[in-house]
């Protein structure tokens, strides 16, 4: 027992000595200079990175400007500018790609519980917890004459620019999900 001992103890010695060694040769004083580097590639990109000069052609930049008229991946483009006219016109004219069914309700529901029942309250009766505790003054409930009678239009064009003291939606929620709070306000609308 006391061999090994004596053996595990003689190579502490040797290694605590070599491993102080070791990490203050891997130190230099000179800053700009690293040292080595366990794989460079991982630093040194073989591909072109974005914003760099484009080797091939010293006076453009490896960002290309995206073709006139082109859309993104996954956005749906919304015609209607935020105006009262826009409004009025996406009133008129704008109709939601989604068919009425449970399914887009009860993730609209969702949504609308995530965003709107702050302000708006479960059931859109202007009766949420912000209004309870006076942080803002209540909006108009779904239950009104006005908004009873919305047309589907207003109210995506509401969501996505925000109206009065609600702020825009457009950047937390995207077409298709918008689309689908339409339809649970229009379902809240119908049962007040």
């Known amino acids: 027992m006391s061999e090994k001992l004596t053996f595990f103890n003689n190579k502490i010695v040797a290694l605590v000595p070599l491993a102080f060694i070791l990490c203050f040769s891997s130190c230099k004083n000179n800053k700009e200079q690293p040292g080595y580097e366990y794989m460079p590639d991982m630093v040194y990109s073989r591909s072109f990175e974005y914003y760099s000069a484009n080797p091939l052609d010293k006076s453009k930049s490896m960002a290309k400007v995206p073709p006139v008229g082109s859309i993104p991946r996954s956005f749906t483009p919304y015609p209607y ?112």
């Open 81 to 192: 500018p935020n105006t009262k006219d826009g409004y009025e016109q996406a009133g008129k004219e704008w109709i939601n790609p989604l068919s009425s069914n449970d399914i887009y309700i009860d993730e609209g529901k969702k949504l609308f519980e995530l965003y709107c029942v702050y302000c708006h309250g479960q059931k859109g009766e202007a009766n949420g917890i912000l209004v309870e505790k006076q942080k803002f003054p209540p909006p108009p409930s779904f239950s009104s004459d006005i908004l009873k009678e919305l047309p589907a239009g207003k109210i995506f064009h509401s969501i996505t620019y925000g109206k009065n003291l609600m702020g825009p939606h457009a950047s937390m929620l995207s077409y298709q999900e918008r689309c689908k709070v339409v339809l649970f306000v229009q379902s809240l609308q119908k049962k007040l």
